[in-house]
């Protein structure tokens, strides 16, 4: 906003000339006074100039319904959605949410800077404030082959960009805990920008030492115990209500008049399905007051409180000075959006974006290199009756490390469908290294065939999960042979949806992902998987910086202890 405009701002705002549109009959949310006011919102040049009345070239009658700020998401991986962003933005639009932060690290991990250029790009023009943090962490550990390795100095020409607001999760809790020199160089880079935490069951001096460092939120708490300490130790919260990871109902309790300004609601990872048939913050929103959390509390934690954590003064509210980005909703505890605004323009209405502006593709290279492979690269000959196993833990983002025994055919470990001990293995796809790993996890239920993605966060090599070697190797080769993908694969019928950006996204469009996605639900569920999103299940045990037992293209990995553990006791 430039002097003239601010000038003219200040005379519509004294009533001096009329103003562009008055929202009038409405009860606004106000997230300063915590009150519901009966007033009217005056509009000017995109602003919101004052309350009450005021001479206007165009009135909207807004019939009694509530005017709520446009909703913040403060912490997602929008590639999680497995859209392109302008489908992303079609999606989240409808339900309210008209501005995000977003960390690209996943496409990162993948493409290096040309998938953060890639992810800036196709931000712009849209309909929505788009923010980002650069990557700490790429590669999230070294106990991973990624497609790229972001030092410092590859990061720091991207801070002077507007739209980058800070640097992303720092999942590299040993490396700040032991003084890493590439980590410091990184939080250094950031020093003045927000620092995003990642730190799953971090307490005591640890965890001090670690928000010492620069560190100011953290969305990784699954207990209460944990999230007051991080609280009372001076970081923000974000209560994460995600596809897979759903902290809200464990940490709801801990909101009240006195801390709620700590709070922020945030998604972290969002499916298609969830984004369709639940919806995205408005759908947190909800949850949270089921939960017993104040409506205007919980309207906060998703709108002013992760606006004023990023620094971003226009966003987060419905007041003078402000950007006039709201909703209207006609009952606070059902939360449906009836209207989206964005700049004082009607952009969405009754669950449909309106104006979305087809962006320019954005060129990208093919990301799926594998060196070549066979039947029995998948042989696993067993040294012992008993294994390391990874077992799932419901609605969580943590395993349990089991040791069971390994059941055997011929000399070779094979998956124990009766007993729910199936193989999973990870195929190196970014170097060509020939790195194929494998292990066994508890907790998918599958009878018969396997399941393979693309998706295995954060380094998004192959993984998979089955219940006979030959239905692993072709549903991997399935895979490969789509540039990327998910796949459902029995001897009878396979299902795949293709991947082709990164192997991790979609270039179609949204009803053609989530239909496809459906259908590869319904296909795994009718391989006997017990899961309702086994897929977003399946990409995170690759991730060995969330406990206990997690598998990457390099081996078993120990969280805890923060190194390889063999597979066979």
């Known amino acids: 906003m430039n002097f003239i405009s601010k000038y003219e701002l200040v005379k519509t705002a004294r009533g001096k000339v009329p103003v ?81 932060i977003c960390d690209p690290h996943e496409i990162a991990n993948v493409l290096g800077l040309e998938g953060i250029t890639y992810m800036l790009q196709s931000a712009k023009y849209q309909p929505m404030d788009i923010y980002f943090t650069l990557p700490s962490t790429v590669p999230a550990t070294n106990m991973e082959t990624s497609g790229a390795r972001l030092s410092a100095i590859d990061l720091m020409p991207y801070f002077s960009q507007k739209w980058v607001v800070g640097l992303g999760e720092v999942m590299n809790v040993p490396g700040v805990l032991e003084n890493d020199r590439e980590t410091f160089d990184k939080l250094k880079i950031a020093s003045g920008k927000v620092i995003e935490g990642h730190a799953p069951g971090l307490m ?27 609280l009372s130790a001076g970081m923000t919260i974000m209560i994460r209500e ?124 093919s990301s799926i290199n594998v060196k070549w492979i066979m039947p029995a690269h998948f042989k696993l000959p067993a040294k012992t009756k008993k294994v390391n196993v990874i077992e799932l ?24 469908t009766k007993n729910d001990v199936l193989k999973i293995v990870v195929v190196e796809r970014h170097k060509t290294t020939g790195n194929i790993s494998q292990g066994f996890v508890k907790g998918f239920g599958l009878k018969k065939g396997a399941l393979a993605s693309s998706v295995g966060h954060d380094s ?71 899961l309702a999103d086994p897929f977003m299940v399946l990409s995170f045990l690759a991730l060995p910086v969330i406990p206990d037992l997690k598998i990457t293209d390099k081996g078993l990995v120990d969280v805890t202890k923060n190194k390889f553990t063999k597979l066979f006791v």
Do not use: W
Request: proline share 3%.
């Open 20 to 100: 562009d549109i008055l929202f009038k009959n409405a009860k606004l949310v106000n997230v300063f006074s915590g009150r519901i006011e009966k007033t009217g919102v005056a509009v000017h040049k995109g602003v919101v100039v004052g309350f009450g009345n005021y001479k206007a070239k165009k009135t909207v009658d807004i019939k009694n319904n509530y005017i709520v700020p446009g909703l913040v998401e403060g912490h997602i991986h929008t590639e999680s959605s497995m859209l392109e962003m302008g489908e992303f933005v079609k999606a989240v639009l409808p339900y309210g949410t008209t501005t995000v």
């Open 204 to 230: 005591g001096k640890d965890l001090y030492a670690y928000i010492t460092s620069g560190i100011h939120s953290d969305h990784e708490s699954f207990g209460k115990e944990e999230a007051l300490e991080k």
């Open 242 to 365: 995600g596809s897979v990871a759903k902290n809200l109902k464990t940490l709801a309790g801990l909101v009240n008049d006195k801390n709620q300004s700590r709070f922020c609601l945030v998604s972290d990872d969002r499916n298609p399905i969830d984004l369709v048939e639940k919806g995205h913050l408005d759908y947190t929103i909800r949850k949270a007051i089921s939960l017993g959390v104040d409506p205007v509390s919980a309207i906060r934690m998703a709108t002013i409180n992760p606006a004023r954590h990023f620094g971003l003064r226009s966003a987060g509210a419905v007041a003078p000075g402000y950007f006039a980005d709201f909703i209207i909703v006609d009952n606070l505890s059902k939360f449906k959006v009836m209207a989206v605004y964005k700049r004082g323009e009607e952009v969405a209405r009754d669950g449909k974006a309106l104006k979305i502006r087809k962006t320019k593709p954005v060129p990208l290279r």
């Open 393 to 416: 833990v419901p609605d969580e983002l943590i395993t349990k490390k089991r040791v069971m025994a390994v059941k055997t055919e011929n000399g070779f470990a094979v998956s124990d």
């Open 460 to 530: 998004h090599n192959i993984i998979c999960v089955g219940c006979d070697d030959e239905s692993i190797y072709q549903a991997v080769l399935a895979i490969i042979k789509s540039g990327g993908g998910l796949c459902c694969f029995r001897s009878d019928r396979q299902e795949i949806l293709p991947l082709p950006i990164a192997g991790i996204m979609s270039d179609r469009d949204l009803s053609f992902v989530y239909k496809k996605m459906k259908r590869l639900h319904s296909a795994s569920s009718a391989m006997g998987c017990e």
